[in-house]
Every structure is written in C-alpha cells, then in structure tokens.
C-alpha cells in the first residue's frame, strides 16, 4: 500500500469510529455473547462489499465526480436528485446521534470528573457545534490532517484499553442458554447497530472521486479503492469487535442497563465506575476524540448532500450561464450555519441515541449503502459487470437492517 492509501485507511477508520463502537458494547450488552459472535461471522464480507460497491459507482466513471453526478450521468436528473437526497438522510440522522454525544460526553465530564454543576446545556452543546465545525470551515485538508492526527492514538487507546479490560472478563456469560426466540430478537436489535458502527459509507464518494482523478483508468481506481476499502474493513473488524468484546465480557447486564438509561456512551459509564483516577480523565478524552473524528467526515458528507439538492433545485431548469454564475460559497455558508442551527435544536433536547442509531440511522445506511449499489449495477449497463451472488446476500442483510430494529421491538 502507499503513503495515500494508509491516509485514506486511517481517515475511512476514523470516520467510522465514532458513536457506533460507543454505543454498540451497550446494545450487545443488553442482548448477550451469542447474538455478537454471530454477527462477528458475517459483518466482514458485508461491510466491505457494500461499502465497495458505493466506492466502484464513482471510480468506475468516466470522469471524476461524485456519488449524485455518477448517478445524474447514467440514470438523469430525476435520480441524482434522488440518490442527493437519499445521501443527504444517510448521514443527516447520524449527525443528530454524534452531536447529542459530544455534548452529553463534554456534560458529564465536566459534572463528574470536574465538580462543575447547573452548565446550561444549550449553551454548552452550542459552544461545542460552532467550535468543531470552525476547524470544517478552516479547510477541509485541515480536517484531513487532523484527523489523522487523531486517529493514531485513537487506534492505540481503543487497543490498550481492550487489552486492560482482559483480567475482568466474565467468562461465565459463553455459559448462558441459548433461547431461539430471543436470540432472533437480539439479532435483529444489535445487527443495525452494528452495520452503523462499521460504517464509512459519507466518504466513500470522497475517496472513489479522489482516486478517479489521480488514476489513468477506471479500472485502476476500482482496484485501488476496493484495496483501500477492504484493508479498512478488516481493520475495522479487529478493532471494534475485539473492543465490544472486552467492554462486554468485563461490564454487568445492569451497567449496560443504566447507560443505556442516561443515553451516555460506554466509555462515559465506565469512567464514572472506574476507582483509578487516571481512568476517569483519560476515558472520557478517548470518547471525546472517537466521536470528534467522525463527527468531521460526517458534517462535510452531510453539508455535500445538502448543498447539491439545493444546487440542483435552484438550477433545475437554469441555463449553463446561470449554473456558471450561481454562488457556491453564499450556498455553502448558509448550508453551513443551518446545519449547527439545526443540529443545536435537536441536541439540546437529547433524544435516545441508540434508539436513533437502531431505528433511525441504520436503516438509512443501508438503504444507501447496501441496497442501493446492488440494484443500480443491475440497471446501469456500465455497472453490470460488478454483479455477483454476494451482491444479493447484501441486499437481503440490508432489507434485514432496515426493518429489523422496529420488528424486534414488537417481538
């Protein structure tokens, strides 16, 4: 691999690290051991081949574009609206999910670890969104650096704490019996948050457009960025399976309980558990970081998706002069300050984060990322040769993603 494909691996994995691996030990917590060692089984194939195949719409064409102008250029207009929006919602949710968890992060470690109470919190939550998305405006090649930055002892925290929790694992839980009833219904809970927690959907039309343009061939960016996807994805797999694992194995049913409860992360319960004082600092600086990083892929995937429907709204039937004259900056300020307005709103009112991810984000993700690649390469004639058996296994497991989280509640 190059110096470039690590930089994107690391950007890719720290996009995905965020919320998710947060929120997920809490979810398999409350479900058991079996129904994540058997989603641990599966989540590889299905994460990368789907995430592949957003990656080889936009690699794949003539000229660098991206995931809505692919799709304008081989289905027309009505569709590239569509698929902008559908973008739009795919990572719009998510957005909602990594601003109530920096400010209830940010809240509870000034309350617990610092002493300090009666912090208003649309104040706080709205000192935290001006300030992480200033670091956006400031450049989006800054983002990149920094994200880079904090990636790596993201990676090697996120590990050492694994390790540190190995002497508390409770192995007694392999024990438990298996109830096929429940086990269905714990899959069907854990499985979206887990397809959200190993997401990097956002910016994969970054980085297929990217390599598109760097590449002399299509079919020398689809190699590379299927290279770039796949090591990400294994990545991805090590590190936050073997996290959720070592969180959960070493935690109680009842602690996972009471997070769940106070729609805190598992690092912020952890910490506020923990009798080693340099635990309770560190822990909630790492959940802090961990959803910084994808709280910066996510806002510029977010405010790509809203500034092209409203481009292609203004401009539907505009001529090539008035497209040329349009002002991309004006668009992108407000789109800019309207997303933190909104964002502010709905943080402030801390809506349940896992019930976001499970039934709200995931079923968007998959939609966009697992259902979507897999019926355009059956429409798209220049797609078509990207059609395999696996492709319709990820279809189904996204149909599963998209109405598993609200049957399993009925169950």
Not at 313 to 331: G, I, Y
Not at 365 to 394: D, E, F, Q
Request: hydrophobic content about 50%; charged content about 10%; aromatic content about 12%.
């Amino acid at each position: 691999m190059t110096r470039q494909d690590m930089e994107w691996v690391l950007t890719l994995f720290g996009t995905a690290i965020g919320a998710g691996i947060l929120f997920l030990p809490i979810q398999a917590g409350l479900g058991g051991i079996w129904p994540m060692i058997i989603l641990t089984l599966i989540i590889l194939p299905l994460t990368y081949i789907s995430h592949r195949g957003v990656t080889r719409m936009v690699a794949s064409s003539e000229q660098a574009t991206d995931i809505t102008g692919v799709v304008e250029n081989d289905l027309g207009r009505n569709w590239g609206f569509a698929i902008s929006v559908l973008y739009f919602l795919s990572i719009v949710t998510i957005c909602v999910g990594y601003a109530t968890g920096v400010t209830n992060i940010v809240s509870s470690f000034l309350e617990n670890q610092m002493g300090i109470d009666g912090i208003s919190r649309p104040m706080l939550t709205g000192i935290l969104l001006v300030g992480l998305t200033g670091v956006i405006v400031a450049g989006e090649n800054t983002v990149l650096k920094v994200t880079s930055i904090l990636v790596y002892p993201l990676i090697a925290i996120l590990f050492g704490l694994s390790l540190y929790m190995i002497p508390y694992w409770n192995l007694s839980v392999f024990q438990q019996p298996i109830e096929p009833a429940s086990l269905v219904r714990n899959l069907l809970l854990t499985f979206p948050v887990l397809v959200f927690s190993m997401n990097f959907s956002p910016i994969c039309s970054a980085l297929a457009s990217s390599y598109r343009g760097k590449s002399a061939t299509p079919d020398e960016a689809v190699k590379r960025t299927d290279r770039v996807v796949w090591w990400n994805s294994l990545i991805l797999l090590v590190f936050v399976m073997f996290f959720v694992f070592s969180i959960v194995l070493s935690q109680t049913p009842q602690s996972m309980v009471d997070a769940k409860a106070n729609n805190v992360d598992v690092l912020t319960m952890i910490s506020l558990q923990s009798n080693e004082p340099w635990l309770r600092y560190l822990i909630p600086i790492v959940a802090l970081i961990a959803i910084v990083t994808s709280y910066f892929g996510h806002f510029i995937g977010t405010r790509e998706g809203l500034d092209g429907m409203i481009y292609r709204l203004a401009t539907w039937n505009a001529d090539k002069d008035s497209k040329a004259a349009f002002n991309h900056r004006k668009l992108r300020t407000w789109t800019t300050i309207s997303m933190i307005a909104g964002l502010w709103m709905l943080a402030v009112f801390n809506p349940p984060i896992l019930k976001i991810i499970g039934a709200m984000s995931a079923p968007v993700i998959a939609l966009y990322c697992y259902v979507m690649p897999v019926v355009l390469m059956k429409r798209v004639p220049r797609l078509m040769i990207y059609r395999s058996t696996w492709g319709g296994v990820v279809f189904v497991f996204g149909l599963i993603t998209i109405i598993g989280y609200g049957v399993a509640e009925y169950m």
